[in-house]
C-alpha cells in the first residue's frame, strides 16, 4: 500500500459551511457517507472531482486530530478508467468545527472495486445527471397523459350524449303536447333527465386510460394551454342537462366535492363509489410471513415541486423500486395530512405517497407515514422551494434531494391491492406501507397545514382483503 504525503496539519476553527446540501447514499448503524452534489466537478477526460464525507454515530479519537465525528474527503473518480484518487481529508468535530486538513500529494490512483463504497460513488457521480432528462421526458409524459385524457372525456362525453338523447327521446313520447308546446325541449325537467342518465351510465362501462389517469399520475404536470390547436376543436357541452350534470364541481375534501360525491361528479369516478378495492383502509389483520424486501434505487436527484390545488407533488429523475424482479419507476410522491391509512386504528400526523409505475402500467406506491418529532432534513429542503401559487411548478438548479434519506431504518411493510385515493380511484395498485413511521416537526407539519388542512380522503371497508406484512 502507498502511503500518502500529508503536505499541511491546520488547526483552525472555521464553522462547517451552513449552505452545504448533503444528501446520503449509503447508511448503516455506524455510520452515513455522504455527498455534496453541488461539489461535483467536472474535469478533463471524463473525470469528476466530488466532495463526500463519512459521518459516525458517535465521536472518534484519535491523538493527532482529538475527538472527531466526520471526515471529509475530496476525491477524484475516473468515470472511464474507474479509479479513485483523494485529494484532500478533513476532520470536523461534532459541531462542525474543522480540526484537520490533509493535502494528498502523490495522486494514489486507487482502482474501484465491484460493489465498494467508492463504486457506489463513481457511479452516483458518473451517472448523467438525470434530472434535466426527467424534466424533458416528464414534460412530454405530461403533454401526451393530457392528450389521452382529452380524448377519454370526449368518449365519455359522447356515450353521455347519445343517453341524454335517448332519454330525451322517452320522455318527449310520454310528454303531453301542451306541454311540449310550452317548454323548449332543452328545457324539460332537465333534473329528472340528468339522474335518469347518471343511472345509465353509472350501469355502462366506460372507457378508461390504460394504466392511470395523467392528473394522478403524471409527474407534476405543467398547466394545460387553455386553447387547443385549431385541428382539435374544444368540444361543447352536450347541452344544458349536462352541463349541469358536470357541474364543474371539482373534486375536493370538503363542500360539494367531498369524497363521498366523488364517484358522481364524473362518469369516469364511478370506482369511487362501486369499487371494492379502493384505498386507504385502516391497516389490520395481517398475515405475518418473511416478506420479500422492496428493492429501493431511490437516488438523489434534482426535483420539481408543483401545489396542484389537492397536495404538494415532486417529481425526481432516475429513482425506482424492485419487487420481485419487477421494476417500476418513481413517477412522483406528495403528501397527505393526517395520514390516509391507519394502523390498528392509530392515524398518523402526515403521509408522503411515492406513486411507482412499471413498464407494462401497474402502480406500486410506498407510503411512509409520519409522525410528528424531529425535524425532517428531506421535508425541510422541499418546504424551502414550496411554490408561492398553485399550478406554477417550482424546479431549483443546483439543489438535490435524496428520497433514500426520507426512508425508515427498518423496511418492513405491510402490504395489499386497492387503489389510488384521489378520482377516478383507479383500483389494481399494489400498496407498500411502511411499518416503521419517520419523523417531522411540529413546525413542518404546521407549514403543510397551511396549505392543506386536511387532504385525506376517509377509511374504505376492506370487503376481506388479505393484508400481508413483514415479520
Ligand atoms: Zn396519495
Redesign the pocket.
Do not use: S
Given at each position: 500500500m502507498r502511503r500518502c504525503l500529508v503536505a499541511a496539519a491546520i488547526v483552525i476553527s472555521t464553522p462547517l459551511l451552513a449552505d452545504v446540501n448533503w444528501v446520503t447514499i449509503s447508511s448503516d448503524s455506524n455510520r452515513r457517507i455522504e455527498v455534496d452534489p453541488a461539489s461535483v466537478r467536472k474535469e478533463e477526460g471524463n473525470k469528476q472531482v466530488v466532495l463526500g464525507r463519512i459521518v459516525f454515530d458517535r465521536e472518534l479519537n484519535d491523538p493527532r486530530t482529538g475527538a472527531y465525528k466526520s471526515i471529509e474527503a475530496l476525491t477524484r473518480y475516473d468515470c472511464m478508467k474507474r479509479t479513485h484518487t483523494t485529494l484532500k481529508r478533513t476532520w470536523r468535530s461534532a459541531e462542525g468545527e474543522l480540526l484537520r486538513e490533509e493535502e494528498v500529494r502523490a495522486s494514489a490512483e486507487m482502482p474501484v472495486r465491484t460493489g465498494s463504497l467508492d463504486d457506489k460513488l463513481l457511479r452516483e457521480v458518473c451517472r448523467p445527471k438525470t434530472a434535466v432528462a426527467a424534466q424533458a421526458s416528464a414534460a412530454r409524459l405530461a403533454e401526451k397523459a393530457g392528450d389521452a385524457a382529452e380524448d377519454l372525456r370526449r368518449a365519455n362525453e359522447a356515450i353521455l350524449q347519445k343517453e341524454i338523447d335517448k332519454e330525451k327521446a322517452r320522455e318527449k313520447a310520454a310528454a303531453k303536447p301542451i306541454r311540449k308546446a310550452a317548454m323548449p325541449a332543452s328545457e324539460q325537467a332537465p333534473d329528472k333527465v340528468v339522474e335518469k342518465v347518471i343511472e345509465a351510465v353509472a350501469k355502462k362501462p366506460l372507457m378508461k386510460l390504460a394504466g392511470a389517469p395523467a392528473e394522478s399520475v403524471a409527474p407534476a404536470p405543467r398547466p394545460r394551454p387553455r386553447s387547443r390547436p385549431a385541428s382539435a376543436k374544444p368540444v361543447a357541452p352536450p347541452d344544458m342537462a349536462a352541463a349541469r350534470f358536470h357541474a364543474n364541481v371539482h373534486w375536493d375534501y370538503e363542500g360539494e366535492g367531498h369524497p363521498d360525491n366523488w364517484s358522481k361528479l364524473k362518469p369516469e369516478f364511478a370506482t369511487c363509489g362501486s369499487g371494492k378495492r379502493q384505498s386507504p383502509i385502516d391497516i389490520r389483520d395481517g398475515i405475518r410471513v418473511d416478506q420479500p424486501p422492496i428493492d429501493f434505487s431511490w437516488r438523489p436527484s434534482e426535483f420539481r415541486i408543483v401545489d396542484n390545488g389537492h397536495t404538494l407533488q415532486v417529481a425526481v429523475g432516475g429513482s425506482g423500486i424492485s419487487l420481485l424482479g419487477k421494476r417500476y419507476e418513481l413517477v412522483q410522491f406528495?403528501f397527505?395530512r393526517p395520514s390516509?391509512e391507519r394502523i390498528d386504528g392509530r392515524g398518523f400526523e402526515m403521509v408522503a405517497?411515492f406513486v411507482h409505475k412499471s413498464e407494462d402500467g401497474n402502480l406500486a406506491v410506498v407510503a411512509v407515514l409520519i409522525e410528528r418529532g424531529v425535524e425532517n432534513p428531506f421535508i425541510q429542503t422541499l418546504w424551502n422551494y414550496m411554490p408561492l401559487e398553485r399550478n406554477r411548478d417550482v424546479m431549483p438548479p443546483g439543489v438535490a434531494i435524496d428520497p433514500g434519506q426520507f426512508l425508515p431504518v427498518d423496511r418492513a411493510y405491510f402490504t395489499y391491492m386497492g387503489s389510488l385515493?384521489?378520482p377516478p380511484c383507479t383500483e389494481g395498485v399494489q400498496w407498500l406501507v411502511m411499518k416503521q413511521p419517520v419523523q417531522a416537526s411540529a413546525e413542518q407539519v404546521a407549514i403543510f397545514s397551511r396549505l392543506y388542512r386536511n387532504n385525506a380522503r376517509p377509511i374504505q371497508p376492506t370487503f376481506g382483503r388479505l393484508i400481508k406484512e413483514s415479520r
Open positions: 406528495h397527505h390516509e405517497h385515493t384521489t
